[in-house]
């Protein structure tokens, strides 16, 4: 079967693109909202026997979703399923399509929950504390591969009797901002107020700092938070942490940083991952409130989750909570984070690579 006619799958459509496929067959366009409530408010998988469509609907959906036919449905097998010791976080492995296996992370408590999906089948950054970086890139995914993470969170939600999801992290396996087009088709499937109706404002987009895909961000007027996972200071130091880094020096990145910032009028969320004896002395934390000078920013720190591929060990809480008085005297907003999940290998690629050992 050639390119131009592979099956696609339903969840890569924005809304007006699955009412184009369903005109082009002259199923009438008001069809398409009962469609699209199926896929992506009850993140159905029964569409083939569904009693509420009606009849026009019923026979386009038998007719192009059976097997063989132009479209298919992202239905990603969950391989693993782990929870954390504290009961809020599962950690799941699914599998696609074609075999590859992405990790989402499902937090959920009372009032909020959050998911954290992947953008990719491995990761092109090779940052050397995280394990997905270790095992090197495969591939992007698709807009629906991501949309389908995000399904299957809400349906154990459902299954667990609690409200569907509020906040979504683009934090998982993968660089979002290197897989830009598929992320934003997926954010403006997920954020669609007749289905999946997260708000922008409770998306958070991740990047190691690819500079160009901050500037779209920035040009595109983007609705969604920024978070940057800086880590480092210096460039020297950042090269380290972050190979890919090498491409973006740091002082364009933060250049990228204020035109956001001007852009869009929001703020920057800077990820610190504190690792003990390598980043999170007084100076770095010195050096790091020198660097964001003119940037609205908000510093998160995260002690690092120990992986297996990395000697590193993460911050005792003391020199921790000093790191974050020097950032505060300095006039930004920096909240200390818990590391959640840890029982279950919450920091990402942690948990394929186990199953792949
Ligand atoms: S931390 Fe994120 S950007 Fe870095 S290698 Fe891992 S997945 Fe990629």
């Known amino acids: 079967m050639s390119a131009t006619n592979s099956p696609r799958s339903l969840h890569d459509l924005p809304f007006p693109a699955?009412?184009?496929?369903?005109?082009?067959?002259d199923v009438r366009p008001i069809h398409t909202r009962a469609l699209w409530?199926?896929?992506?408010?009850?993140?159905?998988?029964?569409?083939?026997?569904?009693?509420?469509?009606?009849?026009?609907?019923?026979?386009?959906?038998?007719?192009?979703?059976?097997?063989g036919g132009p479209f298919f449905l992202d239905t990603p097998q969950a391989v693993a399923d782990l929870r954390s010791t504290d009961g809020h976080t599962r950690k799941f492995l699914l599998r696609l399509r074609?075999?590859?296996?992405?990790?989402?992370?499902l937090?959920?408590?009372?009032?909020?929950?959050?998911?954290?999906?992947?953008?990719?089948?491995?990761?092109?950054?090779?940052c050397t504390f995280c394990a997905t970086g270790k095992a090197g890139f495969t591939r992007h995914l698709r807009p629906g591969e991501i949309v389908a993470q995000v399904l299957h969170c809400q349906r154990i939600l459902r299954d667990e009797g609690k409200p569907g999801l509020r906040n979504l992290v683009l934090m998982g396996m993968g660089e979002p901002l290197h897989n830009y087009d598929a992320v934003m088709t997926a954010l403006e499937i997920l954020t669609d107020r007749r289905g999946t109706n997260i708000?922008?404002?409770?998306?958070?987009l991740s990047t190691v700092g690819v500079i160009p895909g901050i500037l779209r961000l920035a040009r595109?007027?983007?609705?969604?938070?920024?978070?940057?996972?800086?880590?480092?200071?210096?460039?020297?130091?950042r090269r380290v942490l972050i190979p890919a880094s090498r491409r973006w020096p740091l002082a364009d990145l933060l250049g990228a940083c204020r035109t956001y910032c001007h852009a869009t009028g929001r703020r920057i969320f800077i990820e610190w991952t504190l690792i003990a004896g390598v980043n999170d002395t007084p100076s770095h934390a010195r050096q790091l409130?020198?660097?964001?000078?003119?940037?609205?920013?908000?510093?998160?720190?995260?002690?690092?989750?120990?992986?297996?591929?990395?000697?590193?060990?993460?911050?005792?809480?003391?020199?921790?909570?000093?790191?974050?008085?020097?950032?505060?005297?300095?006039?930004?907003?920096?909240?200390?984070?818990?590391r959640r999940g840890i029982d279950i290998a919450a920091g990402c690629g942690q948990l394929r690579g186990a199953l792949q050992e």
């Open 289 to 338: 409130a020198a660097a964001l000078e003119g940037i609205a920013a908000h510093v998160n720190l995260i002690p690092l989750n120990p992986t297996a591929a990395y000697a590193g060990a993460p911050t005792a809480s003391a020199p921790a909570q000093a790191f974050k008085g020097i950032l505060q005297a300095a006039g930004f907003p920096s909240t200390l984070r818990q």
């Open 18 to 25: 699955l009412e184009e496929a369903l005109t082009r067959a």
């Open 37 to 67: 409530r199926a896929l992506h408010r009850e993140a159905a998988l029964d569409l083939q026997t569904r009693a509420d469509f009606l009849p026009p609907l019923r026979r386009w959906v038998e007719a192009h979703t059976a097997p």
């Open 220 to 237: 595109e007027n983007s609705p969604y938070a920024l978070a940057l996972s800086l880590h480092a200071a210096t460039d020297a130091e």
């Open 98 to 105: 074609d075999g590859q296996t992405v990790e989402t992370v």
């Open 199 to 204: 708000g922008p404002a409770h998306v958070t």
């Open 107 to 126: 937090m959920a408590y009372p009032g909020r929950s959050t998911a954290c999906v992947s953008t990719q089948a491995g990761c092109a950054m090779g």
